[in-house]
């Protein structure tokens, strides 16, 4: 298990789905930082259930409990700890997941690697819940940056087979952002947000489940965060997203589809504009050698369709070693992409805000 | 700067690519380990340059010299580093480089990072070239896990619009793997193959590059390496991946594509092969909730072009502030891909290598 | 800041003195170790306030609540944390600490650090009583090495003048360990405890303070732990220790006395016993080039006389830039020292755990 | 194994006393720092043999290799890496150490942790030579933190009986500390200095050795290096001291006699000097709360006698299970405390300008 994370910014993530609580340790926050909790409530909300009709109907209060790192509202330097209480614990019997793995989701590989010993309900440590203290640490992270002109957003670039158009390389205005924070579906384009809605009721109704892919962008990075080789940022990065769970894939700028373009057509062009230096495209999402080039921070995440379907799937009976049937009952997300968002900023802010302190430890 | 890496395996890569040398210490080796020389040197052959007719036709030795961590051809517990001599030192003027950046390359970001101290000398540090001692030590990786039954191979999956056969998800036969790595072209179909090389050989006649993508499979890991969140196995080969310049991107499984699946065609349903525990199909690329699950760990790195053309480029004066043309002169290799190949599957090694002795710190 | 520690067991402390609470989070704790609360709850008042009249008469609850990491009564593998409320928050006015910094005390090194944002609240961070969550912790790891026959002992060596016995380096009798641990005074002398107890009231009487050292004992180490350089065990065990509040000083086996003896007075031979190699004498302290070789690991740590004292002392105002003076009021330990002694204990079991895991991967 | 320390200067060290060279590699140097390598020779000559009467007549050169990490004569933000070859390989016959292990050496415990796999020629990597990397890596630190007005002296305070004056707590005259680097035995009174070489000289007469103390001043210090618990100042210098082969104890300030003051006695008053919050005395040896409060810091490490002597030893033949003698043929170091003086001084500077660099990471 290694639910930590960081060099500078170090978070401790614990908790298990039905466990009494969940939560984050945050160690490294720079002291003196202000931490607006009504605005950090806001974020929360946004990867809270039931906040689109898409989403599981169950509710959760998921309001953190900050028992200690401020000192009158402000970061003091020591650690910052929040718990998140758990009140839906262990309400039914899970035991039967230790003997038939639901597929696509961590019962077996769990089962084998803790022996058994493992927290079944709900999912346990690997539950998508746990992404709720990480959007604590990231949500606060958030906050500093966007003090120093750093600005992350996202959006759900697609569902399905659904797409919102991308977000403009070169960067979208900040109202942009703010705006697909505040809408209860999170798109760019209206009309694809109705496409990607009703993709996943069909889901829902068929009793499947959808992937997306959640694109984001960080606009107002200093050119020089970063390294070369094992602390690039596109490694930092990918590192922490692939702990989001579900996530499959990820990509930079052109990404994947750089792999079919001509050098000439890939290379972004350096210009000047306004006395600095700008690329003319951005199809390096920002990071040339590891180390941020001043453009916009591009990134786009793969998100499987949710594991838990209505449907019935083949399975094994591990204690008899024998082929059988499951059957998973009870509510889930036919789509998990829309809450996955802010998730994926907070992920985002996290690795930033590293890398923003890595570099003041480069000079002295 | 960060060039170092591991939590059991802990490399330091070292050199610039005009520097005296360039190497790699190796610390965590498990003491006893036979290090074979000749199966470590014919491995490194396969990203030296000069293999097919695409690549540069410049001819380098790369024969690293072991400086120390073995006793009698055995790993001894200490850490072994070696170092392979730099022939090619300093031999033109690349002060230029500080002032007018080459696009796509780090020039500019280590300009700013580096505040003009960099070694800008054929890339310095960000060279390509520092993959050979990755390549030393992943070889070595490569020789100890072959003895636990642990096989990986990679190929090239597509090159420009070209593309070889996938890897079956499910797994290859050995042989299959072990004549890819013979081959002076790595891919599944030698049609394929011609596809790409005409490719590469249209972008070099046009001054231009193309790009491509590798993929891996990982054969034989048993269930239960990797962990959940940050230890993932997706995770970190994803942060050792991007360490290799050029990758843009990185999936496991159906990846991307996952994001256009349903749950019912993408969860693999677990059967029962020989009493073992299998999955039916592999979109998971091996890895559950971070965990290897027994089958093939499988996924794909996405190359941007080669960012060096022979067309002129536009860019920035740096000293002026003006915009200006650079033309980059010198032999370059069209396309990177094909030397690419072994340092993917390398770094796999690593990893993997790494996840196999963490898995033993689990337990007491 | 930097209150995160270990690697394969990696513990985040938090909490501040005065804050709603104090805790630690737990990652890396094998699966399927049976926590006992009683027993861990029997260990913490081995360090709490009030034990002996000694020591400070307020009392604390400190129970901690385990808010997850467990699964019916035993690890799951999943991080455990734990968290204690402080009951005792922000009573005073302790404003005046920014200004006027406590001799020997964190105060000012705080108030530069943390440019006057730390939390001066009952010390905040630098409390002594951060090492509450430290002994869950090592509480926790002692019972997972009493069952592979690891066992852990301390007992105060001296206070001020007043000296115990030492343990025998060869080893104790645990019965000797149990009982020092039952006692509320923790010597192995009852003579000497007299002798401290009196030199303890004697400062208090005074207005003044008094140190000590804390001697400890693992017996029943396997031969092997540990790594030369910077894991050696010694270099570990120090780390760590220097992390308790008001340590000045660690040394192993015969430790400083060693820099007087010759080669052939401090060897210690080896010799045959009942089939196991040993050593005739430990003046190694159970170290070799930072490797336990089975003998019972012996260290002490020197801690100075607690800062807060009644007397009047001399200080200066920051703000004015002036000398001043200072008279600290309230109820203080004249002396911690006793209870240091479960944490030093709670320290050395976090440290071995650390390194009975480490062995595990230094093979595959 | 783990060879390699620092959080923002990364160190990994490497070789064994009989492989074909020993070296070490820097990662995370501030980019644009000059290094001097004669000064740098001039430093390492200070841990060469026969440098004094006292000390083994081999003469090596240790002139160490730089591979990479310059340019111009500068640091260039890449790794630094520096080799040094063994003139003095395998030239007997070590395999009998195998069998029977040397008392007070690391022989028993490698042979158990590493299975007989360990390179036992001349200590493999448990020798001393391996502090000459070290001090390449400290000598380097030392230059760049000489720059930035923090100075580091060591001296020799105590060898058996005979004792050198201690270093004033408040600081010593750069001139002084200048003087002793340049002495050929490195103590403050030449006196003392003759008792030493008289109670070596005695011991080497009689087959045996001795041990002694290094005493270490950190002038220049700024306020505000280090963080409470786990990254204290104290710890991470201690953690890197016990690095250095033969040292069983450290010690800050007034140390182990902290545990025999009153608070009263022990309580550093702060007085203002020059506008400047100093201290009136420094009990405290510069660190309070983890944290450097401007004093100098001054600590002692003790050091064990040489454990290769002449004289016949006891030991046992793991082979046969039998107890057998021991004679310890060919030259060694009645003491090795006079060469230790400038690993010391380098594994300071080490942590030191790490501690510096992560100052800067606390704040954006």
């Not at 003196?32 to 950090?40: F, P, T």
């Not at 209480?85 to 639901?102: C, G, M, V, W």
């Not at 927290?119 to 709720?132: E, K, P, Q, Y």
Request: charged letters at 20%; glycine letters at 12%.
């Amino acid at each position: 298990m290694a639910s930590y994370w960081g060099k500078h910014i170090h978070i401790s993530v614990f908790g298990q789905s039905h466990a009494p609580a969940i939560g984050v340790a945050v160690d490294g926050l720079p002291a003196g930082e202000a931490v607006d909790l009504d605005k950090l409530q806001t974020f929360l909300q946004r990867r809270a259930p039931g906040r689109d009709s898409t989403s599981t109907p169950r509710k959760e209060g998921d309001v953190p409990e900050i028992l200690c790192g401020l000192a009158e509202g402000r970061t003091c330097g020591a650690p910052l700890a929040a718990v998140i209480r758990n009140t839906n614990t262990r309400s039914k019997d899970y035991s039967e997941l230790r003997d038939k793995p639901r597929p696509a989701h961590a019962d077996y590989t769990a089962q084998v690697k803790y022996r058994g010993f493992q927290d079944v309900a709900g999912g346990g440590h690997f539950s998508g819940r746990l992404t709720a203290p990480l959007c604590v640490a990231g949500g606060i992270a958030l906050q500093i940056l966007a003090r120093r002109g750093i600005h992350i957003g996202a959006h759900i670039r697609s569902i399905a087979n659904a797409e919102d158009r991308p977000f403009q390389p070169l960067g979208e205005p900040l109202e942009v952002l703010d705006e697909v924070k505040r809408a209860s579906f999170p798109v760019l384009e209206a009309q694809a947000g109705e496409h990607m809605r009703a993709a996943i009721l069909q889901a829902r109704e068929a009793g499947d489940s959808v992937g997306g892919v959640v694109e984001c962008i960080v606009q107002g990075v200093p050119v020089g965060l970063g390294s070369p080789m094992f602390q690039g940022l596109e490694g930092q990065l990918a590192a922490a997203l692939f702990a989001i769970p579900a996530v499959k894939g990820v990509e930079f700028g052109a990404g994947f589809e750089a792999a079919r373009m001509k050098g000439s057509e890939h290379n972004d062009p350096f210009v000047m504009e306004g006395g600095a230096v700008r690329t003319q495209t951005n199809h390096a999402g920002g990071i040339l050698g590891g180390i941020s080039d001043g453009m916009p921070i591009l990134f786009r995440a793969a998100f499987k369709p949710t594991p838990s379907i209505a449907q019935t799937q083949r399975t094994v009976r591990l204690s008899t070693e024998s082929e059988t049937e499951l059957q998973i009952t009870g509510r889930h997300d036919p789509c998990i992409v829309p809450r996955a968002v802010p998730v994926v900023e907070a992920v985002a802010a996290l690795v930033l805000l590293d890398a923003l302190l890595d570099r003041n430890a480069d000079q002295i």
